[in-house]
């Protein structure tokens, strides 16, 4: 028996991205492991869910819970796993906020079956198949769970004491993290974001501002930006002013704008709503005394066209756990 | 009628359910590989602007989103009707290899190979990463830890981020590559040139030394002839970045050669009410149910597939191996060139030479004078509305295709993800080592438990990122059951 605490990571409807970024502490893993005895994590080793089952509630000192909550089966193993652990952590953007799969909301469920089982080029369905809940073969019944008509953030469906933003939690946050509890350090109070800043990417960015207006948006392929400049003064939609720092702004320094996968900064209750105002401060819209309302509207809308999919570009990590509903069913 | 479910199944990317039906006679009357699992990518990225691809197809897959970042954005090169500068394509591929090296290495040290260094029946609590450290020594240990560091490292400094990179843009690519990144990335290739060698050696002294290994990787149980898939050059020679889709039959004749955008054409994808995911099949032959054989339009896009599929390897060392690949497993030449190999098995050990490949191909990519040029992308004047995108993701052939309008707004995506292709293949191999552990009620234990999981493993390196250093316990349940649900009996093997 061994007398450390135990640690499980679970993903839901997830990449195993989050996984990826644990493994990616590297040689720091052999601490972590030295401190904690890992007891589920079915991409890494074969611990059934009747094993966890089987454990007493509570026994799992700190569950890392990556994924959104889009399946039947997601929604058991959050229940679960909730039970069975101290310490339940929102890992990563999925669970926080809905991640990438919470772009699904924005779409209905009959939408979804249709194109992947219905339409798609490729397919060979004449018959017009589509998997279903229980399905009566030869030998016997075969169940699949449900598929949702939404997708969930984690709270929404259980208690979560700790949320750890990014799309993965970068691995030096991660460490920071577990760095802390092993060495016995007070959490923050439940319900708190951790391994991550309070304030903004820009924070965390070596581009420089000039606070100069834009007078439209560039799509990233429409130009080359320059390497120095801020992206969101030279009309690239850079989310970094409405997305929490902590990530140290890998994305602008590759040439490429923030997509604000660590979700908003602290105090900030919506992303988007966050970003539609700092956008407004930033463009241009010329001079308008003398044009006509007609004029103004046109102008409007041609800035409005130079962001074509504004629900994806501002909650493309945080549909299910934003103000917006997303598409009716 | 009884049944045998083994849930979840553990160590592969996702989700997966295996249920086993028994006959009146105690044999193996069914199996169901079933995918519970469901995102939704192909409908939700419709209305997405077509350049966020990259970035949101990234999340398809946390352990080879490179594969799909990759796949994107040649994607988008087509649908912008953009041809990358030289330099850009040389960066993408370079990064590229980076990637296959990390990605085959764990997956020999960490998932697949326990079951193979220690052979299938050591004891179940060696057959795991201590184990292989113990076997192999704890300096290779280290090794693999420092190799997946290393090229993860380049990984983040050519793609932006260690996982789900963000550099890729439809013709070109958003970073130059700095003359001291260049140095520090030709170092690494020739470490991981030394490493793969090593490697080999490791395999060669383990398993090829070993009568009773070798006696399992040609045994029936893991033997299935079906159609071979892998991209290649002009020259018929493998890579993983670029080249045409090249499909051999099971006798090495080239049965298909296409152009990525012509997919559609030659592949479709059958739907099943049991499983989220589809079965893609050769459309030419035809779905003819989980059966192998020239008649059947099963095919596998694996390592093994790739080799079998090449006519042989663009770089020196990997060459080599490669000849001595089909020497020692037997294969006979015709119209100068091996015919396939079939024991699955064996795509352990393909991996392993495509490791050696990818770390030569790093190693000259890093020493083109090229690779440091400025030129690195074209900015797309026209949006030709349309474009598809594949490359060989260390799984299988990985295809995106998108249509957009006339802004680049998508209109439809469809995706042929690497382990998609395999889908029947895996059922059919875990098929066949089911039917050949249990027979009359008699259920071989420990052999079914750890057979019927190699069955899919060999397929599915996907999360060979995975175990290194984190050798917990690997227990796996079978509960064995009537048809009302009674459990007859529970198999257990714990760690």
Known sequence: MSLRPKLSVYWASSCGGCEIAVVNLHEKLLKLDEHFELVFCPCLMDTKRADVEAMPDGSIAITLFNGAIRTEENEEMALLLRRKSKLLVAFGACSFQGGIPALSNFHSRDDHFRTIYGENVSLDNLTQVVPRPRTEVPEGTLELPVFYAKVRTLAQCVKVDYFMPGCPPEPHQVWNVMEGIMSGQTLPPPGSVIGAGTSSVCDECARTRATKVVPRFYRTFEVAPDPDRCLLEQGIVCMGIATR????????????????????????????????????????????????????????????????????????????????????? | MRRISINPITRLEGHGKIDIFLDEHGNVANTYFQVPELRGFEQFCVGRPAEDMPVI??????????????????????????????????????????????????????????????????????????????????????????????????????????????????????????????????????????????????????????????????SDVYHHRTYSMGTVDEQNRLNFYDGKIRVVDPEGREFLKYDASDYAQHIAERVEPWTYLKFPYLKKIGWKGFVDGAESGVYTATPLSR?????????????????????????????GRYQPVHHRLATHWARLIELLYAAERMQELARDPEITSPEIRKIPQNVAGAGVGCVEAPRGTLTHHYVSDERAILTKVNLVVGTTNNHAAISMSIRRAAEKLIQGFAVVEEGLLNRVEMAFRLYDPCFSCATHALPGAMPLMVNIKSQEGETLKSLRRDG
């Open chain 2, 57 to 218: 197809t990234n999340r398809i897959c946390g352990v080879c989103p490179e594969a799909h970042h990759m796949a994107s954005v040649k994607a988008l090169d087509r649908l912008f009707g953009v041809e990358p500068t030289p330099a850009a394509k040389k960066i993408r591929e370079l990064f590229y290899t980076a990637f296959f090296v990390t990605d085959h290495t764990t997956h020999f040290y960490a998932l697949g190979g326990p079951d193979f260094i220690l052979g299938p029946d050591a004891p179940p609590a060696e057959r795991n990463i201590l184990g292989v450290v113990k076997k192999v020594g704890i300096e290779a240990g280290k090794q693999v830890i420092e190799c997946r560091a290393r090229n993860h490292h380049v990984i983040q400094m050519l793609g932006g981020r260690g996982i789900h990179p963000v550099a890729g843009v439809p013709g070109g690519w958003s970073k130059a590559v700095s003359a001291a990144e260049r140095a520090e990335i030709e170092t690494i290739a020739n470490q991981n040139v030394e490493f793969a060698l090593f490697t080999l050696k490791v395999f060669d002294q383990i398993v090829l030394g070993n009568p009773a290994y070798l006696d399992l990787v040609l």
């Open chain 2, 307 to 335: 080799l079998n599929a090449a006519d042989r390897l663009a770089t020196p060392l990997a060459q080599e191996q490669f000849e001595r690949f089909y020497q020692t497993l037997g294969a006979k030449t015709v119209n």
């Open chain 1, 245 to 329: 720092d902590g990530c140290g702004a890998p994305c602008p320094k590759a040439n490429m704008p923030c997509t604000g996968c660590y979700g908003s900064p602290e105090g900030v209750r919506d992303q988007g709503a966050k970003m539609v105002a700092a956008l407004g401060s930033i463009l241009d819209m010329g001079e308008y005394k003398g044009t006509t309302p007609e004029e103004l509207t046109q102008k409007v809308e041609a800035l409005l066209a130079s962001i074509p999919d504004p629900a994806g570009t501002y909650y493309k990590y945080g549909a299910a756990g934003s103000i917006l509903g997303g598409k009716a069913q």
